[in-house]
């Protein structure tokens, strides 16, 4: 049988130590006892550091990264980010306290999202974020807070492009979209806000996110660029700011392959010089979250039952879908595939049979891994999860059958 999830493990950087999954240098046997319960989420900092320490090196010196924080909004976690990303993304009020108690600049903060409350705008404005406006009303919204506090808060459109992003796991662009402006729109808003208490600062233009072709997300970032200069000759000035979006996705599946930064560093920068010519003020922003934090994640449960059911082995966890929803299929896949997988204690061991790995909930869609190829393992051993940064513990029904949340630890 194939052996491929030790392998996975190291791809993305972990190391084993004597035969156990080790995050942040840690084993994570050792780290169950540290944090006393199972399950739990180990997120890796030096490995968060090494994704941007990549970015950096493949990116054009002038394109700067803002961490996305629904991705991963665990305070921590922020915390670290914040020093390493050049800004930081949030889409609510929850949020943007996270983002402004890092201590970094609250004008390299961004708030985008639909439905921001008049609640929530009042709150931006007084902290002095960039709003990212995704209607006329929250633009209207905004000035009467501006009016309000005596502040002129900076304030960048949301484009819903005229085009999408293709082969995306996730599109948030393009068609008859909830977010932002159609682009067609924008001409005339940028008029009625020249006339508001508002101080344009820029564009957002966000179509999608988790893609793994280079030549996707780059086709994406030359319309994003060229509609962006284009709405910029109907600005009331240059903007400061223009957020191409990001996109860029994980590997979670069989088959497929880790983004080549190389050639999307090089790709940009054969785009970049339009932008630097034309509108030679404005920083240009990408925003990330999966990909700064999902593979520096993993989920731990622990085996409570091991059992056979008409030839099929069962490994029942203390685990499950009310931790790690993505991970069991029901957060927006269509065919369910397998994260990988392996039994975190056994790192070294050869696969010996196939197993399906369960969680504890009553419902047949609590599974984390269908017939894995895994060395036999017992109760009390542990399962890890691979490419569980991001997405997980807040993006799971928690309260689904009333079992303990989750533990998180960064290390
Ligand atoms: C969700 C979201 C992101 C992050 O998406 P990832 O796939 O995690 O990179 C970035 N920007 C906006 C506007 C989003 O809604």
Do not use: W
């Not at 992003?165 to 005339?188: H, I, N, R």
């Amino acid at each position: 049988m194939k052996k491929d999830t030790p392998q996975h493990a190291e791809i993305i950087g972990f190391s084993v130590i004597d035969g156990c999954l080790a995050v942040g240098g840690m084993p994570v046997t050792r780290l169950a006892e540290q944090v006393g319960a199972t399950p739990f989420f180990a997120y890796d900092r030096a490995l968060m550091s090494a994704r941007v320490a990549e970015l950096r090196a493949a990116y054009p010196k002038d394109v700067h990264f803002h961490y996305a924080i629904k991705a991963n909004p665990m305070p921590a976690v922020v915390q670290h980010l914040a020093r390493l990303a050049d800004g930081l993304d949030v889409a609510s009020a929850g949020e943007m306290q996270v983002a402004l108690d890092t201590g970094i600049d609250p004008l390299t903060i961004s708030f985008a999202g639909p439905g921001k409350t008049a609640q929530e705008i009042s709150q931006a404005v007084a902290a002095g974020i960039v709003i990212n406006l995704e209607s006329p009303h929250e633009m209207e919204v905004a000035a009467d807070a501006a009016t309000r506090l005596g502040l002129r808060p900076k304030v960048a459109i949301r484009v819903n492009p005229d085009f999408e992003l293709k082969t995306s796991g996730m599109k948030m662009g393009g068609g008859a979209k909830q977010f932002g402006v159609d682009a067609e729109q924008v001409p005339q808003m940028l008029k009625r806000l020249s006339a508001l208490p508002l101080d344009f600062h820029g564009f957002h233009i966000f179509s999608g996110s988790q893609n793994l072709r280079e030549e996707s997300i780059l086709e994406t970032q030359e319309k994003t660029i060229n509609l962006a200069l284009e709405l910029a000759s109907h600005a009331p000035r240059a903007p400061k700011l223009v957020n191409i979006g990001g996109g860029l996705g994980i590997p979670y599946f069989p088959g497929e392959q880790r983004l080549d930064l190389k050639v999307l560093g090089d790709g940009l920068e054969n785009l970049m010089p339009r932008l630097r010519q034309e509108l030679p003020g404005a920083e240009t922003v990408i925003e990330l979250g999966r990909f700064l934090v999902g593979e520096a994640g993993v989920y731990i449960a622990r085996i409570v039952d091991r059992k056979e059911s008409r030839g099929q082995v069962f490994l029942i966890t203390d685990g499950g879908l009310h931790h790690q929803l993505a991970a069991s299929g029901n957060f927006g896949q269509v065919i369910r595939k397998n994260y990988p997988v392996a039994i975190a204690n056994r790192m070294g061991a050869p696969a010996s049979e196939e197993a399906n790995v369960v969680g504890c909930l009553c419902t047949p869609l609590d599974r984390l891994g269908d017939k894995v190829s895994l060395p036999r393992a017992e109760v009390g051993d542990l399962v890890a999860v691979f490419q569980s940064g991001a997405y997980g513990l807040t993006a799971s029904p928690a309260a689904f059958l009333g079992h303990p949340p989750a533990r998180e630890i960064l290390v």
